[in-house]
């Protein structure tokens, strides 16, 4: 799923593509918000993505569902 947060004061947005759920990470945004902590995701590639709460300005969840490509996607 790819994740898409726009940070306050910057031009570029994150993109961060993970294999957690949208529940999962809408309860961490959520917790993150709720006590002002600092966001963290693990990307599909196993790297950490930590942003501060305080920066964060909206987050955008992707669908879950993967892409088909090639020939049998048709």
């Known amino acids: 799923m790819e994740i898409t947060i726009g940070v306050q004061n910057l031009a570029r947005e994150i993109v961060v593509e993970t294999d ?22 693990t990307d599909a590639k196993g790297r950490r993505v930590l942003v501060p709460a305080a920066t964060i300005g909206y987050v955008e969840l992707g669908s879950e569902e993967q892409r088909k490509v090639g020939f049998g996607a048709i």
């Open 20 to 41: 957690a759920t949208a529940d999962d990470v809408a309860a961490r945004v959520s917790a993150a918000l709720k006590d002002g902590s600092v966001l963290e995701l």
